[in-house]
């Protein structure tokens, strides 16, 4: 079993960075797949960003709408996979969320991954 416990949320202004934490707990963090999606208001759950674990040499894909914009990373020592956001946009407001696979490899898909975190929100002002 994983716990995932996102971290970093909050609101901030067009143009602007936040960074997201995701703290996992229960299993060998570094031979995880580890994800970011999001969901916002009324859409369907996307997905933005994955890394592999270490056997993957820790490898990762982007969303290709969202390339460019966004930095995904992870902290073995802290078991921690970050999100970092910049130059964000009105249409990023969503609840993002931290997902786990059950082996080191990823994949761009929802239903890929076995533990999923709360969320936390991200809401960008215009």
């Known amino acids: 079993q994983v716990q995932l416990v996102e971290s970093g949320g909050g609101l901030v202004q067009a143009g602007g960075s936040l960074r997201l934490s995701c703290v996992a707990s229960g299993r060998t963090f570094g031979s995880t797949g580890m994800a970011w999606f999001r969901q916002a208001p009324g859409k369907e759950r996307e997905f933005v960003a994955a890394?592999?674990?270490?056997?993957?040499?820790?490898?990762?894909v982007y969303a290709d709408s969202l390339r460019g914009r966004i930095t995904i990373s992870r902290d073995y020592v802290k078991n921690t996979v970050y999100l970092q956001m910049n130059s964000l946009k009105p249409e990023d407001t969503a609840v993002y969320y931290c997902a786990a696979r059950k082996t080191w490899t990823i994949a761009a898909f929802d239903h890929a991954y076995d533990y999923w975190g709360q969320g936390t929100q991200v809401t960008v002002s215009s």
């Open positions: 890394i592999a674990g270490s056997v993957g040499g820790g490898s990762s």
